[in-house]
């Protein structure tokens, strides 16, 4: 088979899609010949990467047998490829490229562009009921969720990791969220609600930036968590490793936010594949990452008690089975979300797909 992907998002922008679309893109093209058109300068370089991706889309369509979108936003690279191709399109949907709050995009491209768009395939299947709500047919909709692979970075030891964050983990209980710092994602939340209420020897780290940051700051000074709960800020691969490998649970209580939605819960199997089990809110794509007693454990959003609750029981139980849940979590997300997995069912879907096969 041959495959033309186009990504309007890539690395070395930083970005859950961005990194989806790297990794599958490679996985891919050790399965099948995978040839690609992508955009590596970020959303200000859409107004020069879109007419040029159309451009070079329709030249590469006479040698490929079909073309696999990276998300929504691209549907217009599949709308003029439709026009003058009969090659099947196939689109990845994750969520917010369907949700998306604004009436050019609801207007131009969820009741036009996506039209034209022949497969669809959902990284979640809240994102499926997500695009099934939004008019697109369920018969054109499979569900493959986004995949994961261990770094090969060495994580720093836990004493070097107190010294870099200038705090004691000592004899601490390590929550830990990490990810771009806006209101769904739960961290304001979690500390108005959660962490006021928890023994002084648990401790929060959050890691990431984003528009919530000051609000965030000035609830922990509000609150006097200030030796409880750390803003780390953005982080790099090698410390969110190390931070993935010496805390004791990943925390992601989202919250339910109109048009911003979860469209999956990658970070927590980054984290699953160290060995951290995560605590998360049972919403959206989120519930397609976390089996429960697999990798973590689901509650229903803003339940602060059952937060609470919940984390405090699995305090106890890692206290004394913490090596046997590690790897219980690890193999878990390992047999499930690998990315040499993931890219093998994208290759029978396509397979699938494809009349000329």
Not at 10 to 18: A, N, R, S, V, Y
Request: glycine share 6%; aromatic share 8%; proline share 4%.
């Amino acid at each position: 088979m041959n495959l033309l992907f186009i990504s309007r998002a890539h690395p070395p922008t930083i970005g859950g899609i961005e990194n989806q679309n790297e990794a599958l893109a490679r996985h891919l093209s050790n399965l099948i010949t995978c040839r690609t058109i992508i955009n590596r300068f970020g959303k200000k370089a859409l107004p020069f990467f879109i007419p040029w991706a159309i451009i070079t889309g329709l030249i590469k369509i006479r040698k490929a047998d079909q073309v696999l979108l990276g998300d929504g936003v691209a549907a217009i690279v599949g709308w003029f490829i439709k026009l003058f191709s009969n090659k099947p399109v196939s689109c990845i949907l994750h969520g917010l490229d369907i949700t998306w709050d604004n009436p050019v995009y609801q207007k131009i491209w969820i009741c036009f562009f996506f039209r034209k768009i022949d497969f669809f395939i959902a990284v979640s299947h809240s994102t499926k009921d997500i695009a099934i709500s939004a008019g697109i047919p369920a018969e054109k909709i499979s569900v493959i969720p986004n995949g994961v692979e261990k770094s090969a970075i060495i994580p720093l030891s836990k004493r070097k990791l107190q010294q870099r964050l200038q705090i004691n983990l000592d004899n601490k209980f390590t929550l830990l969220s990490l990810g771009r710092l806006v209101e769904r994602k739960g961290a304001h939340w979690f500390i108005k609600n959660v962490m006021v209420h928890l023994p002084k020897d648990i401790i929060y780290l959050i890691a990431g930036d984003g528009p919530n940051k000051d609000k965030i700051s000035s609830l922990i000074k509000k609150l006097h968590l200030d030796n409880n709960v750390y803003l780390l800020g953005e982080v790099d691969n090698q410390l969110k490793e190390t931070l993935f490998t010496h805390s004791d649970l990943f925390i992601q209580a989202n919250i339910p936010i109109k048009n911003d939605v979860e469209g999956f819960g990658i970070t927590q199997l980054e984290a699953g594949l160290c060995g951290l089990p995560s605590i998360s809110s049972n919403l959206e794509g989120i519930q397609d990452a976390i089996q429960e007693n697999k990798n973590g454990w689901l509650v229903e959003p803003l339940n602060a008690d059952a937060f609470r609750s919940l984390i405090l029981e699995k305090k106890a139980l890692l206290k004394k089975d913490q090596q046997i849940i590690s790897n219980r979590v690890a193999k878990h997300c390992l047999e499930n979300f690998e990315w040499s997995r993931i890219a093998m069912r994208y290759k029978e879907n396509l397979i699938n797909t494809n009349p000329s096969r």
